[in-house]
Nanobody, 115 residues
Framework: QVQLVESGGGLVQPGGSLRLSCAASGSAFSTYAMGWYRQAPGQQRDLIATISSGGSTNYADSVKGRFTISRDNAKNTVYLQMNSLKPEDTAVYYC?????????WGQGTQVTVSS
């Protein structure tokens, strides 16, 4: 069992930056692929960034060049650095860990981009 706790969300002005963190409990964090998703009101939950156990990354086109996913296996934490934020980035952001058939979700953290 893996428990995930997101933090770092909040209110930011357009063009600003935030860094989200997702802390994982349990062992073998380094063997899990990690992902960040977001869900805006009335919308489906969308995948925006992933990082493999080996450190390979992928991004949705909507965030490519603005967001960076990274992981610190010593701290059992995955990060999402978000720059040049836009109002359309407003959503609840979730992290997910995956290994084989096992998937775990955090509770989410709200990000609001508004002036």
């Amino acid at each position: 069992q893996v428990q995930l706790v997101e933090s770092g969300g909040g209110l930011v002005q357009p063009g600003g930056s935030l860094r989200l963190s997702c802390a994982a409990s349990g062992s073998a964090f380094s063997t899990y692929a990690m992902g960040w998703y977001r869900q805006a009101p009335g919308q489906q939950r969308d995948l925006i960034a992933t990082i493999s156990s080996g450190g390979s990354t992928n991004y949705a086109d909507s965030v490519k060049g603005r967001f960076t996913i990274s992981r610190d296996n010593a701290k059992n934490t995955v990060y999402l650095q978000m720059n040049s934020l836009k109002p359309e980035d407003t959503a609840v952001y979730y992290c997910r860990s995956s290994r084989g058939p096992n998937n775990y979700w955090g509770q989410g953290t709200q990000v609001t981009v508004s002036s």
